[in-house]
Nanobody, 122 residues
Framework: QVQLVESGGGLVQAGGSLRLSCAAS????????MGWFRQAPGNEREFVAA??????STSYADSVKGRFTISRDNAKVYLQMNSLKPEDTAVYYC?????????????????WGQGTQVTVSS
């Protein structure tokens, strides 16, 4: 399994921005599709964004389209979050899929980080 470590969460006012980072341990990291998911208290874990191995394809949940951007380099995957809303408050998880194609299902991903808290105040 890939070891994943998220960082960059915190408290921000509505309308503000945060950038999450996820460092991956695998030497073949560039091959893996990577995703961001989130889970608010009492809710199921839900898809936020994903990018393919190599980063050519991306996918976003409707709730974050136009506000969030996923990107990656040789060692990390990022989630730039702009125009944050109180309903974006959740624990955000980075996930790795051992195949390059983008997928949006929680069960499609093989490795997970420990999560980072994002809190948006109104």
């Amino acid at each position: 399994q890939v070891q994943l470590v998220e960082s960059g969460g915190g408290l921000v006012q509505a309308g503000g921005s945060l950038r999450l980072s996820c460092a991956a341990s695998a030497r073949t990291f560039g091959y893996y599709a990577m995703g961001w998911f989130r889970q608010a208290p009492g809710n199921e874990r839900e898809f936020v964004a994903a990018c393919s191995g190599g980063g050519r394809s991306t996918s976003y949940a409707d709730s974050v389209k136009g506000r969030f951007t996923i990107s990656r380099d040789n060692a990390k995957v990022y989630l730039q979050m702009n125009s944050l809303k109180p309903e974006d408050t959740a624990v955000y998880y980075c996930a790795a899929r051992k195949y390059p194609a983008v997928r949006v299902g929680v069960h499609e991903y093989d490795s997970w980080g420990q999560g980072t808290q994002v809190t948006v105040s109104s």
